[in-house]
């Protein structure tokens, strides 16, 4: 019975959020959340364009809250506007904004709305990012065209459970088109990310430069502590030269002697 009672309540959450996602359609609007208090439950619908949303006087919200009790049962709605801090990274209101557009200009411009569409988003911090854009566009027949650019995870845990997914249908003279976006947020933190430790380690450029001079200055002195003494210069010898001339001149005053 527990069960039951849950399944109930989350597919009557599904159900109210879908009709509102149609009603607000192509009026710059994300998401539902359905919060339930004391009070009653507390409906928050967020959009960029919440004056569109609200209407003249509130025109748009009684008649919602109106559609909720008879429709949905509820017994006391209180709905709020809530407003989106990065509309550029919900994808959500980028699906259906994609889908308006494609409705207002017509298909021939495809190829420039996904183009911005991937820029602005990566403009916006985004790691990654991939919209899809399935049906019979431009031609009679049905094409896929897929728009990706950065780092985007296609399997694993993160692909599952971190990468943002939103869809989107946009009714054309030549039949429905779909839209598919998928995102990689800038906080994710990613499990084959490598930080080396030298990047951690910072050291200032002072210190650098400083140590090799010192270690230059005492070897140097070292140097010269160890250059040996000079050793005494030897006296000259006599060359041969006058050794032989001298020689000559005894022998030739010999002969002289001789001669006599």
């Given at each position: 019975m527990i069960e039951r009672k849950f399944?109930?309540?989350?597919?009557?959450?599904?159900?109210i959020q879908e009709y509102i996602g149609g009603l607000l359609r192509g009026t710059g609007y994300s998401h539902t959340e359905?919060?339930?208090?004391?009070?009653?439950?507390?409906v928050i619908v967020y959009t960029t364009r919440p004056g569109v949303v609200v209407g003249k006087k509130g025109e748009n919200i009684n008649k919602?809250?109106?559609v909720?009790?008879?429709k949905f049962k509820m017994?006391?709605?209180q709905i709020e506007i809530g407003d989106l801090q990065e509309p550029m990274l919900d994808v959500n209101y980028l699906a259906d904004k994609i889908?308006?557009?494609l409705e207002r200009f017509g298909s021939n411009r495809f190829k420039s709305i996904g183009y911005k569409t991937l820029q602005n988003i990566l403009d916006a911090g985004a790691l990654g990012a991939e919209i899809v854009i399935a049906g019979k566009v431009p031609s009679a027949r049905a094409k896929m065209w897929r728009f990706k650019a950065g780092y985007l995870k296609k399997s694993g845990d993160i692909a599952e459970n971190f990468v943002q997914k939103g869809q989107a249908v946009a009714k054309l003279k030549s039949g429905i088109v779909g839209i598919k976006v998928s995102l990689m947020l800038p906080d994710i933190k990613l499990p084959d990310k490598i930080i080396f430790h030298s990047q951690a380690k910072e050291t200032t450029p002072e210190v650098k430069a400083e140590a090799p001079k010192v270690e230059a200055k005492t070897e140097v002195k070292e140097e010269k502590k160890e250059k040996p003494k000079r050793k005494p210069r030897k006296k000259p010898e006599p060359k041969k030269e006058?050794?032989?001339t001298e020689a000559k001149v005894e022998s030739k005053a010999e002969s002289k002697d001789g001669n006599n």
């Open positions: 399944i109930s309540q989350k597919l009557k959450e599904f159900q359905i919060q339930r208090t004391p009070l009653g439950e507390k919602l809250t109106t909720l009790k008879k017994e006391n709605p889908a308006s557009t006058e050794v032989k």
